[in-house]
């Protein structure tokens, strides 16, 4: 196969793009939406594009946040956190939550969004989310790069021990209707983000031998 019509770098020595691709080829990707408190009860709410769901039982959900921020100090200090699902009418909430703010600024009050207390963890989830993963902290591991050097980005790994899902968004059957919930994408480039919809859908089965 020709390789003319392919764009070709290697990271290690710049891309020599306009924006970085990586971001925008791994997408759109799910927004982990991390509500937490640290040891004395300050609370902490971020997004994280780094997101996804690692296993299912038990379910395990991870984020990768680039530098030790406050939402790592805060998990690791309690061992606890909330995932919050973004959906489109949250989205311009959810954006202001990524603001550089002073340590110690209640990010639910800044983007006037409500607290409720979780039913197992300490950490509060978002009341206006239609979906919460209340988690315990399994792992958090320093990343390396593949010469084993450390690098400063740490995953995040937590046990979902309980979730919160508005009834709406359950079919008659009890499917939950992932289109429903609007849910919202981080893509490429600096501003970009996607929904998804029913018209997108299709369905495969996997095969049987």
Not at 88 to 97: D, G, H, I, V
Not at 98 to 127: C, H
């Amino acid at each position: 196969m020709s390789t003319e019509n392919r764009f070709f770098y290697e990271p290690s020595q710049g891309h020599g793009l306009p924006h970085n691709p990586l971001n925008a080829i791994i997408g759109p990707r799910p927004i982990g939406w991390i509500s937490s408190r640290n040891a004395q009860g300050q609370r902490n709410l971020a997004p994280y594009s780094f997101f996804n769901c690692f296993n299912y039982d038990p379910p395990i959900i991870g984020f990768a946040s680039t530098a030790w921020k406050d939402s790592v100090a805060n998990i690791v200090e309690t061992g606890e956190f909330v995932w919050n699902l973004t959906t489109r009418t949250l989205a311009e909430q959810m954006n202001l939550t990524s603001a550089p703010l002073p340590r110690g600024t209640d990010e639910f009050e800044f983007a006037g969004l409500t607290a409720i207390a979780g039913n197992i963890v300490a950490a509060d989830r978002i009341a206006e989310s239609p979906v919460n993963f209340e988690c315990k902290l399994t792992q958090c591991i320093q990343l390396t790069d593949a010469s084993g050097n450390k690098i400063d980005t740490w995953l995040v790994l937590g046990e979902v021990v309980a979730v919160h899902i508005e009834k709406h968004l359950l079919s008659a059957e009890g499917i939950y209707q992932t289109a429903l919930a609007e849910p919202v994408l981080r893509a490429g480039g600096p501003s970009a983000y996607y929904g998804i919809s029913d018209e997108q859908r299709f369905d495969l089965h996997r095969p049987t031998l």
